[in-house]
């Protein structure tokens, strides 16, 4: 009869047990929630600088040969990005420097990023296809 009396407050125990578990699988989950977020935010940070790239390497290629550069850009990104960026490709006597700015959309409010900027420049090439 020890064996059936002592069963009995480790059932209990085993109860108070389950309901401890399932507190810390919710808190767990959360934890977990917020890395992921923060896992796609980096991606989404690491995604906008290649496309920034991108579309400055596009706009200076194609301003150099005379054509709207800050089109280009812009048809070089993705559409979600392209929509905030600032694509500007001013034209030189030699040379043309493309700058592209993204913003960086927030996944979680609590990371903010600074926008991220890349530049390209490239010779201006006349319609012969040579340098000036």
């Given at each position: 009869m020890t064996g059936h009396h002592s069963g009995a407050p480790h059932h209990r125990r085993?109860?108070?047990?389950?309901?401890?578990?399932?507190?810390?699988?919710?808190g767990w989950i959360g934890i977990l929630l917020i890395a992921a977020l923060a896992a796609v935010q980096l991606g989404i940070v690491a995604y906008a600088a290649q496309q920034a790239g991108t579309a400055a390497r596009a706009a200076a290629r194609v301003a150099s040969q005379g054509g709207d550069g800050a089109a280009a850009g812009r048809g070089a990104m993705s559409a979600w990005l392209a929509d905030g960026a600032e694509v500007s490709a001013p034209s030189g006597a030699e040379e043309v420097t493309a700058t592209v700015t993204v913003d960086i959309p927030a996944v979680l409010p609590l990371l903010r990023f600074d926008p991220v900027t890349r530049t390209t420049t490239m010779p201006v090439t006349t319609s012969e296809g040579g340098t000036p």
């Open positions: 085993g109860r108070s047990d389950r309901g401890q578990a399932a507190i810390e699988f919710a």
